[in-house]
């Protein structure tokens, strides 16, 4: 399939950035059924990337996030699609009430390009708190990083990850002070927060945050949302250039070592 896309002929910054959240579709059979003005296609989210500076993509799908009757059969998708996309790495994604997640994680997270799990109590339905010390002991078994889209405010983490010094904790979507105190207060510096989706759009946000907790646990990530639009946030953000690097980039080459070195 050829992109119909016109790639800028040079890259906006002197530095490849990493997306560490994002997600592709792989239930839209033909263009046709694609919403007008928007594609999580695996082809058009690289080449979005590509125009934006980014280098690689950790994703699992949106349909392992919206129903968790596919959980399984998406997880084992996301997986065979790794051998075939270099730019391509995967969260593999748990849901607490479903055993065979958690095999299927055991076994996917020995991959090198498996970078963590992926949580998602707020579309999946079920309480962290609740799941907690059966989801973050098997986390900690692994010492694996742990991507959170939280169903309440970010800061409920904070006695879980007290409690996990082995997980890190990543709360997706960094949009308000609540983000900005799990990373802060966290006794063992073990969560950090994401700036995928939309929330970090607002003036001040990334500002913010970096003015009370610096840039070291700070990620980048698109959520889908355009590459273009995502990436301008943190280089026009009112924060130091090498702030702005680590965000985009070395945070997550740290963070990652195992996956991406
Ligand atoms: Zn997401």
């Known amino acids: 399939?050829?992109?119909?896309?016109?790639?800028?002929?040079?890259?906006?910054?002197?530095?490849?950035?990493?997306?560490?959240?994002?997600?592709?579709?792989?239930?839209?059979?033909?263009?046709?059924?694609?919403?007008?003005?928007?594609?999580?296609?695996?082809?058009?989210?690289?080449?979005?990337?590509?125009?934006?500076?980014?280098?690689?993509?950790?994703?699992?799908?949106?349909?392992?996030?919206?129903?968790?009757?596919?959980?399984?059969?998406?997880?084992?998708?996301?997986?065979?699609?790794?051998?075939?996309?270099?730019?391509?790495?995967?969260?593999?994604?748990?849901?607490?009430?479903?055993?065979?997640?958690f095999t299927q994680a055991e076994r996917m997270l020995q991959h090198k390009k498996c970078v963590g799990i992926k949580l998602h109590p707020d579309y999946h339905k079920y309480s962290l708190e609740e799941y907690a010390d059966k989801l973050f002991s098997f986390a900690s078994h692994f010492q694996a990083v742990v991507l959170i889209h939280p169903e309440k405010d970010a800061s409920y983490i904070l006695p879980i990850a007290d409690k996990y010094p082995e997980v890190t904790f990543i709360m997706a979507h960094l949009g308000g002070e609540a983000y900005v105190d799990a990373v802060e207060f966290a006794v063992?510096?073990?969560?950090?927060?994401?700036?995928?989706?939309?929330?970090?759009s607002t003036n001040l946000m990334v500002e913010s945050a970096y003015q009370r907790i610096g840039a070291d646990r700070i990620l980048f990530g698109t959520d889908t949302y355009s590459a273009a639009f995502q990436r301008g946030r943190i280089e026009f953000a009112l924060i130091?250039?090498?702030?702005?690097?680590?965000?985009?980039?070395?945070?997550?080459l740290r963070l990652f070592a195992k996956n991406l070195l």
């Open 188 to 200: 063992h510096k073990n969560v950090y927060t994401d700036t995928s989706g939309i929330a970090s």
């Open 1 to 101: 399939m050829k992109n119909p896309w016109i790639l800028p002929t040079e890259f906006p910054g002197e530095l490849i950035a990493i997306d560490m959240h994002s997600h592709i579709n792989h239930d839209v059979p033909d263009d046709s059924k694609k919403r007008f003005g928007y594609s999580a296609d695996i082809e058009d989210l690289i080449v979005i990337n590509r125009a934006a500076g980014i280098e690689k993509l950790f994703c699992c799908t949106f349909a392992s996030c919206l129903n968790t009757d596919v959980i399984v059969e998406e997880n084992a998708y996301m997986h065979s699609l790794l051998d075939q996309y270099d730019c391509l790495y995967q969260w593999v994604v748990i849901d607490p009430r479903i055993e065979e997640t």
């Open 240 to 252: 130091p250039k090498e702030a702005k690097q680590k965000i985009l980039r070395d945070n997550a």
